[in-house]
């Protein structure tokens, strides 16, 4: 029988996980000479009627970002994704892949930068006084990452940026 403490997992699987972003990102040039000039894609409600990724180009954009938002509930520890019925579909697995592939269809260089909502909360704000709390938040939270790691692995993302907003959380674990 092989015993894990739990805790020591769950505070180094983000680090496995930034070592994946890194080992995986070693297989792309990610940055140049090229100045990085982009903007971040509101994701859509529904389905791309056509590529509206053109017009990004046509102002000089190179690269785009797109935000699949995670949400939990004020004071619950639980990270909730992907939620089958209030997630818009740019915010699925489904329409990050497709966003994705339309951008760079278009020439685009993508940064995937997934986040934790938290209505009428800051993110940054978010801490626990229980330590099952806090597990609960990083197993939740590392099975969202993961899930939005194996996505840039397979849509080749140059970019993948983790733990934005989240301030208590990084300088209490």
Not at 85 to 113: F, V
Not at 115 to 137: A, K, R, S
């Amino acid at each position: 029988m092989i015993l894990l403490n739990t805790s020591y997992f769950t505070k180094y699987s983000l680090v496995f996980c930034c070592f994946l972003v890194i080992s995986c990102a070693s297989n792309h040039v990610i940055f140049d000479s090229e100045k990085m000039n982009g903007l971040t894609v509101v994701a859509p409600p529904d389905p791309y009627k056509e590529n509206p990724f053109d017009s990004i180009s046509e102002i000089g954009a190179n690269w785009v970002a797109f935000v699949p938002y995670a949400f939990q509930r004020k004071k619950e520890a639980k990270v909730r994704y992907p939620l089958s019925n209030h997630q818009w579909w740019g915010e699925t697995p489904e329409g990050i892949k497709a966003s994705i592939r339309e951008a760079k269809a278009k020439g685009l260089k993508i940064m995937l930068k997934p986040q934790v909502y938290i209505p009428g909360d800051f993110t940054g704000n978010m801490t626990f006084v229980n330590e099952n709390d806090w597990l609960v938040w990083e197993e939740s939270y590392t099975d969202y990452i993961m899930s939005m790691a194996v996505i840039c692995e397979d849509q080749a993302v140059e970019l993948f940026c983790i733990g934005t907003e989240l301030k208590l959380a990084v300088k209490e674990r």
